[in-house]
């Protein structure tokens, strides 16, 4: 259904897209993960024309959108967007939202268009809000009027771009329920995404892009689980852990804990066990004399749902939960009651404790 090849975009000297050619087949779900800055926005905007490629061709159901004797408006219509921002006139109700395109554009009467509407309103879960204005709706109910508005003018491709990451956490769940659902219709689906779960667990294939190109591509098995190249292995390492460097005591407790809550909550874990998670990591802080340098990572594992705690720390050798300091026997006990296996051993210079937490 669309063919890119050769695919380039370059603003003055910045090459953003060197190279991208991929092939997308009807009714399948593309995401499109990778570092930010590496294009994947300009790359979905290149697909439908909000940028002008620099080099290259798109073909939608073997039409060249880049020849001069293409309908652009024509094949454009074939294609919704989904922004970040939502993008909704906040001047117009939703359901004025969702008329005006089919009216203007497709020629549909008024009252087919409000019909057809607050069929698709009833489809997102916000039949009742079809009167209230933009400013009236939450984060996760404006993306879902947005999604609504798209699918109003009938596109046989959606291209959504980071559409949960305006929102609060609380949010993105019924955004992306909403996406299931269309997924689940059939409809061809191209996501840049950062919700990795949901994209392993909604996708049919998995473009990773960096260097202006797609890097890697595969099944979600193979490029969460199995990466074959360098920069897809780092990627898919760093979002499945995250990393504190400390070199004093002064260290600033609550941005960890900050970020072990976002990490946790990224990875849906409950309340309960993202407080035990903190509550550890500042536990085994506590039990650490030196500050030379001291490495505190957290993994998650989807496979099994298990959940990592590794602390490095330079100096001499001294497993910390063997501290003859008896104030700690609180702390250890803690730590104990809290993991199924702790590990200690002394390696190139560094005491790694590491403790694999227990999950309710
Ligand atoms: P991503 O979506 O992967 O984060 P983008 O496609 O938004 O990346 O941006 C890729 C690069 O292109 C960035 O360095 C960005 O600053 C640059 N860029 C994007 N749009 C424009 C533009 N209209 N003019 C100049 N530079 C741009
Ligand atoms: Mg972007």
Known sequence: MIRVRNLSKHFGNLVVLKDVNADIKKGEIISVIGPSGTGKSTFLRCLNLLEMPTGGQIFIDDIPLLDKKTNVPKIRQRMGMVFQSFNLYAHLSVIDNLTLGPVKLLGIKKADAALKAMELLKLVGLAEKAYSFPDELSGGQKQRVAIARCMAMEPEILL?????????????????????????????????????????????????????????????????????????????????????????????????????????????????????????????????????????????????????????????????????????????????ARCNTITYRYENGKNVLVLKMKEG
């Open 160 to 336: 959504f771009d980071e559409p949960t990451s305006a929102l609060d956490p609380t949010m993105v769940s019924e955004v992306l329920a909403v996406i299931r659902r269309l997924a689940r219709e059939g409809m061809t689906m191209i996501i840049v995404t950062h919700e990795m779960e949901f994209a392993r667990n909604l996708s049919s294939r998995v473009f990773y892009m960096d260097e202006g190109l797609i890097y890697e591509e595969g099944t979600p098995e193979q490029i969460f689980d199995h990466p074959q190249k360098e920069k897809t292995k780092a990627f898919i390492n760093r979002i499945r852990s995250l990393h504190y460097r400390f070199t004093s005591p002064d260290y600033d407790l609550y941005a960890m804990q900050a970020g072990m809550e976002l990490f946790c909550e990224k990875h849906t874990l409950s309340k309960k066990v993202t407080g035990y998670v903190i509550h550890i990591a500042e536990e085994v802080l506590g039990l650490q004399n030196d500050f030379t340098e001291i490495h505190i990572s957290l993994s998650y594992s989807e496979k099994d749902g298990s959940l990592e705690l590794l602390c490095e720390s330079a100096g001499t050798p001294a497993n910390p939960m063997e501290n003859p300091n008896r104030a700690d026997d609180i702390a250890i006990n803690l730590i104990r």
